[in-house]
Every structure is written in structure tokens, then in C-alpha cells.
């Protein structure tokens, strides 16, 4: 079985040990950062299979480093550690791209539970994406899955990690429409009830980066009552020579 490094964000000490004792037994290698500052730092010298965040921490808490991992175009697993009955931040952890959270108090099972699902998810969409890269058009718009770069009319657009994965499952699927919670499953790799606007605010910002006109949209279109899909009416999403293979874990 594959070693996962995780990072482990959490100023409380008990929890902080039994998450690292936990973790160890599935066979990851734990590193623990005991503030915001040591997170934020720790978060980006080296490539994680997982970070688990607490939102509360002292220094940049939990959001903050969210926030600025997922400003970044290489993807890494986010599970956050929310305080009891803080929906707030349930929300604006899922709104920052946060892959799944547990909420305080947790118990040890279910948190190892969750861990694994982000492993497995990890581990199927590595094996998705570990043949060719694939450079598709449509129309103006150029995505190459491989580089995970997009262009439009061959200037560069800035994705986040989130949007460009949505972009890419729109791209494979010209035509067909997916509802709020098909891309939930589908992109975000989980079902969460009551978080459809989550969708709805990745498709407005996805929108404003690459629509000529985001009020009326050419590429990705509204299907009132049921969802969103790629306008199948663009030049057609050629699937062109591979060139780049995608390596998640080097
Ligand atoms: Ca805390």
C-alpha cells in the first residue's frame, strides 16, 4: 500500500496526537503544524496527499490557508476541521474549494473514513488522468488537460484548480447537461446536500474568466430547472494529439 504524506493543521495538542496516531496506522507519514504561520508554511514546501486544516488557529487560521492553497494550479486534498455548529464555515470551507470537512467534535472513525474516501478519489482520478494529456477545443477556447493550462483566442486564463477541473468535466461531456448535483458527485467528488449554490458560484466565476459576455453565456449555458452543459454548438471538441503526461504525485 502507497505511503501518503499528510500535513495535519491543528493547534490543539490532544487532537493534533490522535490524528497523528490515527493516521499513522493507515500508513501515512504525518507532519504536524501547530499554528497558522507553520501551516501556511509547511502547506507549500513540498507536495501533500492530504492537508487536514482546523479553521480556528492561532496566526492565519484555517480559511486563510485554504484560500491561498487553492490559488495554486497543482490540486492537493483539503479536509477541514470545523468547530461545532459553525455553518458558516462549513460554507465557506466548500465555497474555497475544501474537499470535505468533519465538524468538532468528531470521531476518530468517521474522520478515517472521510480520509480514505479522499485517497480513493485520489487515487481513481489519478488513474482517470494518467494516460495522455488531451488538448481539446472549443471554438475560441483551448484546454489542455495534460498542462492544465487554458486559453482563450490564445491568451492564457488564470483557473483555479476547482474551475479548471469543471471546465474539463464540461469539455468531455459537450451537450450533456448535468445538474447541481451530478457535478457535485462528479467534479467535487462527493454528494453534499444543500450545497448546490457552491456550484452556481463556480460557474459564475468560471463564467466571468472565459464568457465574452457572462450575463449570456456561449460556452457553458443554464438549463433552467435542471442544471448546466457545455453548448455542443461550438466547433467540436477535437481530441488532439496527446502530449503531456499528468503526474500528480512525482
Ligand atoms: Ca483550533
Given amino acids: 500500500m502507497k505511503e501518503h504524506q499528510v500535513l495535519v493543521v491543528e493547534d490543539e495538542p490532544d487532537i493534533a496526537r490522535l490524528l497523528h496516531m490515527h493516521l499513522r496506522d493507515a500508513n501515512c ?8 504561520h507553520q501551516g501556511m508554511r509547511q502547506a507549500f514546501v513540498r507536495h501533500w496527499d492530504l492537508i487536514i486544516l482546523d479553521i480556528r488557529l492561532p496566526g492565519p487560521d484555517g480559511l486563510s490557508i485554504c484560500r491561498a492553497l487553492r490559488r495554486e494550479q497543482r490540486y492537493v486534498p483539503i479536509l477541514m476541521l470545523t468547530s461545532k455548529s459553525s455553518e458558516l464555515d462549513r460554507v465557506l470551507g466548500l465555497e474555497l474549494g475544501a474537499d470535505d470537512y468533519v465538524t468538532k467534535p468528531f470521531s476518530v472513525s468517521e474522520l478515517m473514513a472521510r480520509v480514505k474516501a479522499i485517497f480513493r478519489r485520489m487515487e481513481s482520478f489519478e488513474k482517470q488522468y494518467a494516460g495522455e494529456g488531451e488538448a481539446m477545443t472549443l ?8 498542462t492544465r493550462e487554458v486559453t482563450l483566442h490564445g491568451e492564457p486564463v488564470a483557473l483555479t484548480a476547482r474551475e479548471f477541473d469543471l471546465l474539463l468535466h464540461f ?3 459537450p451537450g450533456q447537461v448535468f445538474t447541481r448535483a451530478q ?8 454528494g453534499h446536500e444543500g450545497y ?3 456550484v452556481n458560484s463556480h460557474i459564475n466565476r468560471l463564467r466571468a474568466k472565459i464568457e465574452p459576455d457572462p450575463a449570456r453565456p456561449i460556452f457553458i449555458t443554464t438549463i433552467w430547472g435542471v442544471g448546466y452543459k ?3 454548438r461550438l466547433p467540436p471538441s477535437g481530441v488532439a494529439a496527446s502530449k503531456t503526461v499528468v503526474n500528480l504525485h512525482p
Fill in 230 to 232: 457545455l453548448d455542443a
Fill in 196 to 198: 448546490e449554490h457552491t
Fill in 183 to 190: 457535478l457535485l458527485d462528479n467534479v467535487w467528488g462527493y
Fill in 29 to 36: 507519514q504525518v507532519t504536524l503544524a501547530a499554528d497558522g
Fill in 139 to 146: 471554438g475560441p477556447l483551448a484546454i489542455d488537460s495534460g
Fill in 171 to 173: 469539455a468531455r461531456h
